[in-house]
Structure formats: C-alpha cells, structure tokens
C-alpha cells in the first residue's frame, strides 16, 4: 500500500495533544485510527489537511487531530467545508459527521454539497441514534426503534445513507465498519483520492444508547455470511466458505449459492463501482440483512467535474478575455463623466 | 426654436416617471439621470417598483415608478413631491397624485385614458377631475397614437412601436428641461448594435416627443437648472447594492486577499450577489448557497481558508444566519454579513424600506455576543462602510453586520471614483510562521484580536470553533475561563471605537435641538435640517454611521443641546439603544413605519413641533 512520496508520516503524526475523550468501546476510537492510519498514506503535506465537523459526539473528531480544523454547529459542517475548499481547493478537506447532524439538521446541506460533487471527503459516523443528547431516535434509526423520544416505538421510515446519496446525484459512496480499520483505511485512502464529494458510511457503534445495533451483520460470528465486500471488478461474492453471490434475476438481485444449481463463480455479478448508471449501486446500497447480505467496500466511484475546479475554470477564462484587472478598470468601466 | 425667451432658472426639480411594470419606466428614469449627471447636476434617485414580477396590467398594484431628483446645489434625497409626473396609464395617476406638488405638471398618454384602464385604476370617468387636478398643469399628451404614426413607415410589429412610448414621454421631458438628445441616442445605438432598426425606432419615438412638446403651448416655460458646483474628478452613477459589492472587492485588492461571497438570494439584497458573480474578471468566488444558513457557513469555511469573507442578506435571512454569526464570533473569524432592510417582520415588505433591523443586528444572538455594526448612509457612501466593514473584520478579526436599506440599495446617486492608491491600508493579522506552537486566541496587545493562520501553512496546525476555549485553543469549561473570554471578545469589539472617526456635527455645536439619525434616513434629515436653519431655528445634525462600538464623542456633542429627537424608520430602536448608553440624556423620537423614507417636510414639522414643545 505504501507508496513513494515525500512526506514520510506515521499516524502519530496526526494525534494531537487533546485527549480523547469518547467513551471507552466507542466505535468513534477505530474510526479515528483508521484516518490516522490512512493520512500518511496519501502523499499530502499535514498542513494542507482540513478537517471540519459539525455538533455530535463524532463531531470532536477535529480536536483529536493534529490538523486544521473547525468545529462547527449543528448540521453546518458541509456548508462549512464547501467554503474551505472553494476558498482553498489545495486542501484536503474532511468532513466528519453523524446520521443526525447530517441527515436531520444539515441534511440540506449534505445533498446539496453531494449535488454540487465538491471534492470533500465526509465520513458520516452512522450509529442511529442520538448519543451526545443521551439517547433519541435519529433519520436512520430502524422503524419502531424504542428510544427516549420514542417510548412507544419510531413510526418513520429511516433514510438509507446511500439511498440518499444516490438520490442527491452522489459519484463515490462507501460503506465500512467502525471496528474494521483495514478495510476502513483502505476506503479512506480511495475516498481521498477520489475527485469530488465522496460519503463514507460508517457502521458505528454506540456502546452506551443503542450498544449491538449493527451487530447482527457484523459480529464477528457471522459478519462473513451477512456482509458483501464490494472490490472493483471482482465477483459479488462472500460467506464464510466464500460460496455465496449475488446473480441479478429480472428487475432484482438475488443470493444464489456457487455450486448449487450448476451456478458459478463466472455467473455472479462483477462489481463495476465506475459504472454512470446508479441503478445496481442503488440496489447495492439498498441490501438489507436477512434477505441479502449488507454491502461494504466502495459501492460507487464515478469520476466527475467538481464544483471548486469548474468554478477556477471559469474564472480562468472570463481573466483571458477581460479588460477589468483591477478595481480601478472596473470602476471606470462603462459609463463616467468629467468634472473640472 | 425661441426658446431663450422662454426660460426660467430653477434651483432643483423632483421628476417621477411612473406606468405599468412593463411600460419601461425603470429604463427612463436611469436615462434621464444620466444625462442629467453628464451635463454636471447633482440628483439623487429611487425606483419604486411592485413586489411582484408582472403584477395585472393597468391595476395600481402594478405600478412601478422612479423619481429623479436634480439640483444646482447638493442633492440629498430622491425629493418628496414630484414638480413633474409623467404617468403612461390611469394607474400611475391614482398611485402617485398625491405626490406630485399642488399646481405641478402631470403629463399623460391621453390614448390610454380609456374606459377600461380608467375602471382598472378605481376610477369611474375622469382621473383628473377625481383627483381634483383641474389647478395643475395637465398635458394630456396622445403618446400611443404620435408613436404609432411617427413609426408607421418602419415596418415594426404593433407590440414594438408602442414599446417606444416611453421615449416619446422622455423626449418632452428632455424638451422641458433643455436637455439634450445625444447621450440617449448614442445609448440606443451601442444597446441595439444588432437591431438597428429598433435602435433607430426609439430614436424616432425620443425625437417625436421632443418636437411635439416644443410644438404645443403648454410645456413652457422651459426649465433650466445650472450644472451643481460638484468637486473635480470622474464620476459615474452608482446605485446601492453595486456599491457594497464594489467596496468589498476594493477591500480585498487593498488587503491582497481573495474574495469569496456566499449568499443566497433575497430581495433587495440579491443585487449584491449578482454583482459579485459578474465579477469573476476580478477572480470573486461566489457561491449561491442552498439557504441562507449555508450562505454564512461556507462563508466562515472561505475566511478560516484566509479569504475576505462575505455574506449578503435581508432581515428574515439575518435572523437564519443568527447562530452562524454567534460561531463566528467565538471563532474570531473575520467575516462581513450585509443586512440590506426591509420592511418586516416575517416576509413584510419585502420591496420596501425600514430601519428595523437594528436590534436583531445588535443582539440577535444567543449567549454575550458582540458584533461591529456599521450602517450606510446614500448609495455611494455604502462603498466606503463596506470597504470600512472588511477592514475592521480583518484587522479586529470578527464579524461585522453592515446595515444598509432598500432604499440605498435601490436608489443611485453620482458618485466621485476614488483612487484605489487613495484608500487606507488594511493589513491582516497573519499568524507568525516562526513563532510555534502556535496559540489560537493568543491576541495582539492593542487590538485584542487573535491571529489569523490560514491552512496550507506550515506548523500552524490548530483547531477552532464554537466550544469555549483557552488562549491555547484547548476546550475549556472552566468557569474563570469563560468569563474572561466573553470579556476579551467584549472588549475586543469595544476597542473598535478607537480606529473610527467621532460624530460630525452639521450646524452649531450647540443649540435647542439636535436631530439624531443613523444610516439610510441622513439625506432627509440634512435636506429639513439645511431648511429649518435657513429658517433661523437653532438645530443642528449628526448621523450615526458606526452604531457599535460607538463614536467616542457622543456625550461630549449630546450635552450641548437643550433637546435631542432621534430620528427612524421604525418604532424607536435606536433611541432606546441611546438611552441604554448614555442615560443622562432624555430622547424625543421621530418614527415612521410605512415601508418608505421620511419627506423633508415630516421631518420639519415634527422638529419644530418638538421645539414648540415645553
């Protein structure tokens, strides 16, 4: 994975003095090594990293980081990258969020940040619930979730992060989980070098209000037959015996197992994250346990114009064909008269 | 022609022009003061239009107008009463005859006062007689038919000549006023480059208007108001909301800062967003955002990435942006959010003009969380308090709300070009690359504001943001931290008050009355002022441009005068803001909130009646 370049860093160098301050057993813990481990990776110089987040517990995230950062308020943190990276776009800005902070409050934002492709990298720490305020239910928490807002049982249907991203017209969405660095650090790495927005979702648990609520797909017993990871190219394939694959039948995926039926390893579906067309990421996205195994890896990863390059672009060649170069052209551009 | 036997010199004349949305009469207005402007008269100018796009045709509510006022001498407001109307419908009649001056001169397109628009108006027969105009002088002009005959042999479509009736009711403008055709013609000609026939269809019409007034008896005498006596230099006409903009980006030239607005649109602040996009030849970045809350956030991600950051509102989105401007504010980041008012609460007037706004500026935010608020005076001097907004942002590192109204950002006036090598420095607080760690909040000794390290730099990796903090930037919920924060952030802005400049009193240092105002009203106020001493009554002026900090010298000048009014557009926001500071004093007050400016008139009669008054 290492590559050459000239900034030799280890994830030390991106702690910063702060103590951390999660609960012990928090998801955030891994999520915070797996950036830390990914940075160095990415041949960019530590001041040119940015890392902007909005109000939750995810939110702190900045101060655990030795970078430039902003801590925002509640549901603003893509308004507030935007702005970093359209001033800056040599930056390498990152977004840190919860489902709360941006699917409720900020959801605006987040779609239209997505819309606009403006090259951040937003992790969204996804453990559907509100933590920070002790435990109400969130846009992603399940259907008749019990929580301290909902005694009785949720009656919304949750957002589906992917769902939503695809719906805003989204180019690079991933799913990982918070307790596997390796596949999360390999997701960062690709997210970061991906031009444009990219929205990783990440299964996060919350130990304290909503402790296991990821875990039927992925404890360690049987994540391998409940979760799918996604690698470019390569055939939709898992289970514990790597016998199981997705084949599409009509309008739908379904799970089929290698052997069984004459089906092969050849009939599965290749993942193709590069692929325009949305719709099987949109199926993808959408797996849900039991009737299909949940989907991690890089879902989708279409390259596009950014909003920050199109934007220099622009300016770029209105400068070659103007006459305007300074205030003073401009304010005596047009019509002016004499006075003696 | 004979004229020369029949002129009469004036002073100053207020002139509206008024029709439906669609008869053009923005357009004649703006030609109007423009060739007023070229041939040396000071005037000042406001457009009244409807609130919506394309109101029902020929109804009141549909109604859009511009007034011109053109003097000899310092013009400082659009005028009161109008000496001429030009109305192309009965509409315009009904909407504005109360404001023409009694016996003044009312021209109409007589083809037009027909049965249905007549009924349209509210009208049953006769405007005039309804009106009880018979005293005036009533030119009722056949525009739409000596168009239509004068363009005959053209080849246009109906719907195109009377396009250009307009211009013929500007041409016998031109003619009563002795104003000439040229500037007009050679706007048509560089406009319709491609569509000369339509150029030269609008000459025709300006000309036929021209020769019909000088043809009929009762346009004379003809007017003639001397050029002003006006301070040398070029000039142009600028209108309010281009000048903010403009003073923003001569802002970040001087600073050598790029610029970046984030803005979403609202009226009438959406001139100001719409100048910035133009402006990309200047390399401006800007940024529609999805809300307004969105418009201040990645404003304040544009300034922590070391851009001169820029938001522009009204009213109801100043209050979205509220807890932006709070983080702002504990962030100590430099940012400039304009509030161009309207007339509220809630959507209220969305087209018109109020100085309500002011308390919201001052105190709309939760938590202890002062803000530099600054109020412009006339369309052009909002380039000087933008400009003066973006260098107290920067070198105090904090948000400043800059106040203007509709009316200044609607209304135009000449304006003297300033030569950028003649505007103050402004000189960012830039973090020291050597000095490490580098301490966020740590502040400069005579400012009080921290220092700005911009991302990309080198070893100045730091974190802010809303959560109390330590000089270090560690966060902190100590109590003796807070409490000396929250007196560092007060003191930072009150420092302010030693960098700007004190109250400049118009008239006597000392008298029986001093008028106070702030902001957008100054033109009204100076124009009742100027008259009530010419009157012989010891009053005198000052208007209050920075509203916080104050200027150092307001006890020092209040203290001199028997009585104090203060003078606004709302119920008595800045009066009681007055009487918070310095309660010695005790405060008439001169309010009005009727979505328009004060006359000269108004002003004067309650300055007297408050000087009757024991």
């Given at each position: 994975m290492t590559e050459l370049h000239p900034y030799q860093y280890t994830p030390k160098d991106f702690k910063s003095d702060q103590e951390v301050r999660w609960c012990p057993g928090c998801g955030d813990h891994a999520i915070l090594n797996a950036v830390q481990k990914a940075l160095p990776e990415l041949g960019i110089p530590k001041e040119k990293f940015v890392f902007v987040s909005g109000?939750?517990?995810?939110?702190?995230?900045?101060?655990?980081?030795?970078?430039?950062?902003?801590?925002?308020?509640?549901?603003?943190?893509?308004?507030?990258?935007?702005?970093?990276?359209?001033?800056?776009?040599?930056?390498?800005?990152?977004?840190?969020?919860?489902?709360?902070?941006?699917?409720?409050?900020?959801?605006?934002?987040?779609?239209?940040?997505?819309?606009?492709?403006?090259?951040?990298?937003?992790?969204?720490f996804n453990n559907e619930i509100y933590g920070l305020t002790k435990g109400q239910y969130s846009p992603t928490s399940e259907k008749g979730l019990v929580t301290k807002t909902s005694p009785f049982g949720t009656i919304e249907e949750p957002f589906s992060v992917g769902e939503l991203v695809i719906g805003a017209r989204g180019r690079f969405f991933a799913r990982t989980v918070d307790a596997n660095v390796t596949l999360s650090t390999q997701i960062y790495i690709e997210a970061a070098r991906h031009k444009g927005t990219s929205v990783i979702e990440v299964l996060q648990n919350c130990v304290i209000f909503n402790d296991g609520i990821h875990d039927n797909v992925t404890n360690r017993d049987f994540r391998d037959d409940r979760t799918l990871i996604l690698r470019h190219e390569e055939p939709m394939i898992f289970g514990k015996e790597n016998d199981k694959g997705l084949i599409l039948e009509g309008l739908k995926l379904k799970v089929v197992k290698v052997g069984e039926n004459g089906i092969t390893v050849n009939d599965l579906l290749k993942h193709d994250a590069k692929e325009p067309n949305p719709g099987i990421h949109y199926m993808l996205a959408n797996m849900r346990y039991p009737e299909y195994p949940v989907a991690l890896g890089i879902i989708r990863s279409v390259e596009g114009n950014t909003y920050e390059n199109d934007l220099e672009l622009q300016i770029k060649e209105i400068k070659k064909n103007t006459e305007i170069r300074s205030m003073d052209d401009l304010m005596h551009s047009g019509s002016t008269w004499k006075v003696k | 022609m004979g004229k020369s036997s029949n002129?009469?010199?004036?002073?100053?004349?207020?002139?509206?022009?008024?029709?439906?949305?669609?008869?053009?009469?923005?357009?004649?207005?703006?030609?109007?003061?423009?060739?007023?402007?070229?041939?040396?008269?000071?005037?000042?100018?406001?457009?009244?239009?409807?609130?919506?796009?394309?109101?029902?045709?020929?109804?009141?509510?549909?109604?859009?107008?511009?007034?011109?006022?053109?003097?000899?001498?310092?013009?400082?407001?659009?005028?009161?009463?109008?000496?001429?109307?030009?109305?192309?419908?009965?509409?315009a009649v009904k909407a504005n005859a109360i404001w023409v001056k009694k016996g003044g001169t009312i021209?109409?397109?007589?083809?037009?006062?027909?049965?249905?628009?007549?009924?349209?108006?509210?009208?049953?027969?006769?405007?005039?007689?309804?009106?009880?105009?018979?005293?005036?002088?009533?030119?009722?002009?056949?525009?739409?038919?000596?168009?239509?005959e004068a363009l005959k042999d053209y080849g246009l479509d109906p719907k195109s000549v009377l396009r250009t009736k307009n211009m013929f009711a500007l041409g016998m403008v031109y003619w009563l006023f002795d104003r000439k055709l040229k500037y007009t013609e050679q706007y048509f000609d560089k406009k319709f480059a491609n569509k000369p026939q339509i150029a030269e269809a609008n000459k025709v019409a300006l000309r036929a208007g021209y020769y019909y007034a000088e043809t009929i008896e009762a346009l004379r005498p003809v007017i003639k108001i001397q050029p002003a006596q006006i301070a040398p230099g070029t000039y142009r006409n600028i209108n309010g909301n281009t000048s903010t903009t403009w003073g923003f980006l001569a802002a970040a030239e001087k600073?050598?800062?790029?610029?970046?607005?984030?803005?979403?649109?609202?009226?009438?602040?959406?001139?100001?967003?719409?100048?910035?996009?133009?402006?990309?030849?200047?390399?401006?970045?800007?940024?529609?955002a999805?809300?307004?809350?969105?418009?201040?956030?990645?404003?304040?991600?544009?300034?922590?990435?070391?851009?001169?950051?820029?938001?522009?509102?009204?009213?109801?989105?100043?209050?979205?942006?509220?807890?932006?401007?709070?983080?702002?504010?504990?962030?100590?980041?430099?940012?400039?959010?304009?509030?161009?008012?309207?007339?509220?609460?809630?959507?209220?007037?969305?087209?018109?003009?109020?100085?309500?706004?002011?308390?919201?500026?001052?105190?709309?935010?939760?938590?202890?969380?002062?803000?530099?608020?600054?109020?412009?005076?006339?369309?052009?001097?909002?380039?000087?308090?933008?400009?003066?907004?973006?260098k107290i942002a920067i070198e105090h590192m904090t948000p400043v709300i800059l106040l203007t109204d509709g009316y200044l950002a609607n209304g135009t006036?000449?304006?003297?070009?300033?030569?950028?090598?003649?505007?103050?420095?402004?000189?960012?607080?830039f973090a020291d690359k050597n000095e490490m760690p580098f301490l966020p909040y740590k502040r400069n000794c005579d400012t009080l504001a921290r220092f700005w390290a911009i991302p990309g730099t080198k070893g100045l990796e730091h974190r802010i943001g809303g959560l109390e903090k330590t000089a270090k930037g560690t966060v902190s919920h100590i109590p003796e931290n807070h409490e000396l924060m929250v007196n560092f952030r007060a003191e930072k802005v009150a420092r302010v008050a030693e960098k700007i400049p004190g109250l400049k009193i118009r008239g006597a240092d000392s008298g029986d009355l001093l008028l106070v105002g702030w902001g957008g009203s100054r033109g009204y106020l100076v124009s009742a002022v100027r008259e009530l001493q010419k009157e012989g009554y010891n009053v005198s002026f000052v208007n209050f441009n920075y509203i916080n900090p104050l200027p150092k010298n307001v006890r020092e000048v209040f203290s001199k005068f028997k009585k104090i009014a203060v003078a606004e557009l709302n119920l008595g926001q800045f009066a009681g803001y007055l009487r918070s500071k310095y309660s010695e004093f005790s405060y008439e007050q001169i309010n009005k909130v009727m979505g328009m400016p004060f006359t000269t008139t108004e002003i004067k009669d309650k300055c007297i009646k408050i000087l009757e008054d024991n």
């Open positions: 109000i939750g517990c995810s939110s702190r995230f900045p101060y655990y980081m030795d970078t430039y950062g902003f801590h925002g308020i509640h549901g603003r943190a893509s308004a507030i990258a935007s702005g970093v990276k359209i001033a800056n776009p040599e930056l390498s800005v990152w977004q840190i969020t919860g489902d709360g902070d941006a699917l409720a409050i900020g959801g605006n934002h987040f779609i239209h940040t997505v819309r606009r492709n403006i090259d951040l990298n937003i992790i969204l | 002129i009469v010199s004036k002073e100053e004349v207020v002139i509206r022009f008024s029709g439906d949305s669609g008869d053009g009469m923005q357009l004649t207005g703006t030609l109007f003061s423009d060739t007023a402007a070229l041939y040396g008269n000071d005037l000042t100018t406001f457009p009244d239009y409807p609130a919506e796009i394309r109101a029902p045709q020929g109804t009141v509510g549909g109604v859009s107008g511009f007034q011109v006022h053109l003097g000899h001498s310092e013009i400082e407001t659009p005028g009161d009463y109008a000496d001429v109307l030009v109305a192309m419908n009965p509409a021209i109409y397109d007589k083809d037009n006062f027909t049965g249905k628009n007549i009924e349209k108006a509210g009208y049953i027969k006769d405007p005039v007689t309804e009106e009880k105009l018979e005293t005036y002088n009533i030119i009722a002009a056949p525009i739409s038919s000596m168009v239509k600073a050598g800062l790029n610029i970046f607005v984030g803005s979403y649109p609202i009226t009438p602040a959406t001139g100001i967003l719409e100048e910035f996009a133009a402006r990309k030849d200047l390399g401006v970045k800007s940024f529609q999805e809300d307004e809350i969105a418009g201040i956030c990645s404003a304040l991600g544009a300034a922590f990435a070391g851009n001169l950051a820029v938001t522009s509102t009204s009213g109801p989105g100043l209050a979205l942006k509220s807890e932006a401007i709070g983080l702002a504010v504990m962030a100590e980041l430099p940012v400039v959010i304009v509030n161009v008012q309207r007339g509220g609460p809630s959507t209220g007037l969305p087209t018109k003009t109020e100085q309500a706004d002011l308390l919201q500026a001052l105190y709309g935010r939760n938590g202890e969380s002062p803000v530099v608020v600054l109020a412009a005076s006339s369309p052009a001097d909002c380039f000087h308090f933008a400009y003066e907004a973006a006036e000449p304006w003297k070009i300033p030569d950028m090598k003649d505007l103050p420095a402004i000189t960012p607080p």
